[in-house]
């Protein structure tokens, strides 16, 4: 017997789609960071456009499987995942709910910059903890190149800040 696939609805798909986790930060998934561009039907193919964060993004692999593996478990059949370099990845792109648990994490979210990031890295950082301003760079680079390293004066601890891109 044929199998046929299911035809889900965009807001299906994207609700399928909302429980991704990102590879490299799965306590947000690939929507809310913004990574997930396009759904479109294409005859029974489903493809989806992504941007990774980065150009050279190893986690691209996984990212591919993951939403091949969410959507097959949904019943689409055919799942073309397609990448989309151009427009780069923004963290202008990242939706407020990812943003609140990467605070939530202790860690900074990206400043929003509207296409300024050097104005916006002049400007204080809050401490993801207490919320004080009275905090100092101390690294350009944290656990990854996309982490800045702060310090803050309040309660001596450090933090990262995903860096704005
Ligand atoms: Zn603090």
Same mark, same amino acid.
């Given at each position: 017997?044929?199998?046929? =696939?299911? &035809?889900?609805?965009?807001?299906?798909?994207?609700?399928?789609? *909302?429980?991704?986790? /990102? !590879?490299?930060?799965?306590?947000?998934?690939?929507?809310?960071?913004?990574?997930? &561009?396009?759904?479109?039907?294409?005859?029974? =193919?489903?493809?989806?456009?992504?941007?990774? =964060?980065?150009?050279?993004?190893?986690?691209?692999?996984?990212? /591919?499987?993951?939403?091949?593996?969410?959507?097959?478990?949904?019943?689409?059949?055919?799942?073309?995942?397609?990448?989309?370099?151009? !427009?780069?990845?923004?963290?202008?792109?990242?939706? /407020?709910?990812? &943003?609140? #648990?990467?605070?939530?994490?202790?860690?900074?979210?990206? +400043?929003?910059?509207?296409?300024?990031?050097?104005?916006?890295?002049?400007?204080?950082?809050?401490?993801?903890?207490?919320? *004080?301003?009275?905090?100092?760079?101390?690294?350009?680079?944290?656990?990854?190149?996309? &982490?800045?390293?702060? =310090?803050?004066? /309040?309660? #001596?601890? +450090?933090?990262?800040?995903? #860096?704005?891109?």
């Amino acid at each position: 017997m044929m199998r046929v =696939t299911a &035809r889900l609805s965009d807001a299906e798909i994207w609700a399928a789609l *909302s429980e991704v986790p /990102d !590879p490299e930060m799965p306590i947000v998934n690939l929507v809310e960071l913004g990574i997930v &561009r396009a759904v479109a039907w294409a005859d029974d =193919t489903l493809a989806v456009t992504i941007t990774p =964060t980065f150009a050279a993004c190893p986690a691209y692999a996984v990212i /591919d499987d993951s939403i091949r593996q969410r959507l097959q478990a949904a019943g689409v059949l055919d799942v073309e995942v397609r990448v989309q370099h151009s !427009p780069a990845w923004s963290t202008e792109w990242m939706a /407020d709910a990812a &943003r609140s #648990k990467l605070q939530a994490a202790g860690l900074a979210p990206p +400043p929003r910059h509207q296409g300024d990031v050097l104005q916006v890295l002049l400007e204080p950082v809050a401490c993801p903890r207490c919320g *004080s301003y009275n905090t100092s760079l101390c690294n350009n680079f944290g656990t990854t190149p996309c &982490r800045m390293i702060y =310090t803050c004066i /309040d309660c #001596k601890e +450090p933090f990262e800040m995903f #860096k704005p891109l």
